[in-house]
């Protein structure tokens, strides 16, 4: 299957020329790239990589609701407009979380019987790497959107990361289903009264319990899941950080790093937050991908890369499936699913 994936090359922290050179390795590697961006700073690409000259970025706007509305020639706007227009088949941001998140939900819309859309990141901890969500796009939820947010990561963990049946859990303040807010508590029994043969629900987790391997799927709003996902990062860094400087404050350490680096090398590529490209935007009528604005070329050709796996997989059509089979669509009654309209994401900081 023939993937292209629409790329917003603006906004990364290294400039579009090394977005560039991503898409590069992902176009050596079979998937068809239309890149966004500015094309003096994006200069000569690869074979397999078409740009399309946008230099307008709204990635660090303050209000990126109003900016996407009103900047339709910006490059996150037309990349996103490539894909509702079919003209590629999922979107991969190289900025801001809160234009993507706006120019999704204003060109591409959402699924079908979808609340809201939630944004997954699988978390990479060794031994058990599990995918947390929501890590920014809604500050508040109500209980059907937690609901539809499990359906949503246990599909992305089928699809991307080949989990067979995924476990599913809830992040809490206790590990009894009595534990929690009353949103929290009130999406448990929901799921409780019935997931299908999709994934397996494994009740409550604790915060301690986030790299236990309990689940392989952790469901929590938008604030929380933020959070915790960048208390994740700084204490990684720091480890990282903590056994570079121990293994070079003597010589003696110096000798035992040597022997050690070939094995720190491999822990620190798990647990390279590149590695899994980004955060992907679930709960649109197609798959979008945020990387974060610091990443290299290899963090967003693995964006890129699994994009299109998720397209190949069709992630979007199982979600729709899943969510199917265990009763949790949106039926009727307010607006329609899709309208930008509906009081629904909270539009995160530009560096969530």
């Known amino acids: 299957m023939s993937v292209t994936v629409a790329v917003d090359a603006n906004g990364a922290d290294l400039g579009p020329a090394e977005v560039a050179a991503g898409a590069a390795i992902a176009a050596a590697l079979g998937v068809k790239v239309l890149l966004f961006g500015d094309a003096e700073q994006i200069g ?34 037309q990349a996103a407009r ?19 998140l706006a120019a999704g939900l204003f060109e591409i819309k959402r699924a079908r019987g979808i609340y809201r859309p939630a944004l997954a990141t699988p978390v990479p901890i060794p031994g058990s790497p599990v995918t947390l969500l929501d890590v920014g796009a809604n500050v508040e939820v109500r209980s059907e959107h937690l609901v539809q947010f499990a359906f949503m990561g246990a599909a992305l963990a089928t699809t991307v990361l080949g989990q067979e049946r995924p476990r599913v859990a809830l992040l809490s303040n206790g590990s009894e289903a009595s534990r929690g807010t009353a949103v929290v508590i009130e999406a448990g029994q929901q799921l409780l009264a019935g997931t299908g043969s999709t994934f397996d629900f494994v009740g409550n987790i604790e915060g301690n319990d986030l790299a236990a391997g309990i689940a392989d799927v952790i469901v929590t709003d938008g604030f929380t899941g933020n959070v915790a996902l960048k208390v994740m990062e700084g204490i990684s860094q720091a480890v990282v950080g903590g056994i570079r400087d121990a293994a070079t404050s003597s010589a003696r350490a110096k000798l035992g790093g040597a022997l050690l680096r070939p094995a720190l090398r491999g822990f620190r590529d798990e647990i390279d937050p590149e590695g899994p490209g980004g955060a992907y935007m679930l709960g649109l009528r197609r798959l979008a991908v945020v990387s974060h604005g610091r990443f290299t070329r290899y963090g967003f050709s693995q964006a890129i890369l699994l994009a299109a796996r998720a397209v190949s997989g069709d992630l979007v059509g199982r979600t729709e499936a899943m969510l199917e089979a265990g009763g949790a669509l949106r039926r009727s009654g307010g607006l329609e699913a899709g309208s930008p309209s509906e009081g629904a994401a909270s539009f995160p900081p530009d560096d969530s």
């Open 82 to 100: 490539a894909v509702a227009e079919g003209e590629a088949d999922a979107l991969v941001s190289a900025g801001a979380t809160g234009a993507t």
């Open 44 to 77: 000569e690409v690869a074979a397999g990589i078409e740009v399309v000259s946008a230099p307008l970025s709204i990635a660090k706007e303050a209000d990126p609701a109003r900016a996407a509305r009103s900047n339709p020639e910006a490059s996150i706007v």
